[in-house]
């Protein structure tokens, strides 16, 4: 069966970086988009950042722009999300996905990581 877990969440600092992880299994990792959701308590859940298959194309929120970068290994069936300058809004549990971006629904979800930026 379809498995995306997630690693790397933790406290940081307002400024501090983040890397996540997803570790992706049961499926064909190198056929599909990925993405990165999230969703920070009292909000919807939102899209963060998207890769296309082959990692050829990205896409980013407009409040993440510049600071978060979205990558993937086809080879380690395993796509990332390095956060940098992190502020106290990206607060949040960050879910990887399957689909999602690039005009895919979502077909499976993560159980989510716990991102926390406070000083």
């Known amino acids: 069966q379809v498995q995306l877990v997630e690693s790397g969440g933790g406290l940081v600092q307002p400024g501090g970086s983040l890397r996540l992880s997803c570790a992706a299994s049961?499926?064909?990792?190198?056929?599909?988009?990925m993405s990165w959701y999230r969703q920070a308590p009292g909000k919807e859940r939102e899209l963060v950042a998207g890769?296309?298959?082959?990692?050829?194309?990205?896409n980013y929120a407009d409040s993440v722009k510049g600071r978060f970068a979205i990558s993937r290994d086809n080879a380690k069936n395993t796509v990332y999300l390095q956060m940098s300058s992190l502020k106290p809004e990206d607060s949040a549990v960050y879910y990887c996905t399957r689909g999602g971006s690039f005009g895919y629904t979502v077909s499976s979800w993560g159980q989510g990581a716990q991102v926390t930026v406070s000083s």
């Open positions: 049961g499926f064909t990792f190198s056929r599909y988009a």
């Open positions: 890769i296309t298959s082959v990692g050829g194309n990205t």
